[in-house]
């Protein structure tokens, strides 16, 4: 079992940062890929970011490419940075994990999930 928890939402100006931690436990995640989603009330939970621990290659969707990084360290932890926040990416974050070596953008596809840290951009 893998435990994951967010952190670092808020509420911010548009043009603002914010950066997002997802610590796990239970499990070193050496073996999974970490994926950032957001789900904004009404709409379906979306992809934003991926990192495969092994390797650490990473893959973000297109509304963030350029604004978003993803990255982890060696506490078990993975984070968003997030730069030029606008008010469209207001929502729930959540960070899941699947044990593979491969990303997804695929919610379905993750086998953990937190329970999600809210991010707030006003205009």
């Known amino acids: 079992q893998v435990q994951l928890v967010e952190s670092g939402g808020g509420l911010v100006q548009a043009g603002g940062s914010l950066r997002l931690s997802c610590a796990a436990s239970?499990?070193?995640?050496?073996?999974?890929?970490v994926g950032w989603f957001r789900q904004a009330p009404g709409k379906e939970r979306e992809f934003v970011a991926t990192?495969?621990?092994?390797?650490?290659?990473t893959g973000y969707a297109d509304s963030v490419k350029g604004r978003f990084t993803v990255s982890r360290d060696n506490t078990n932890t993975v984070y968003l940075q997030m730069n030029s926040l606008k008010p469209e990416d207001t929502a729930v974050y959540y960070c899941?994990?699947?044990?593979?070596?491969?990303?997804?953008?695929?919610?379905?596809?993750?086998?953990?999930w937190g329970r999600g840290t809210q991010v707030t951009v006003s205009s």
């Open positions: 990192i495969v621990w092994a390797g650490g290659s």
């Open positions: 899941g994990a699947r044990q593979r070596y491969r990303s997804s953008g695929v919610a379905q596809s993750y086998d953990y």
């Open positions: 239970g499990r070193t995640l050496s073996s999974y890929a």
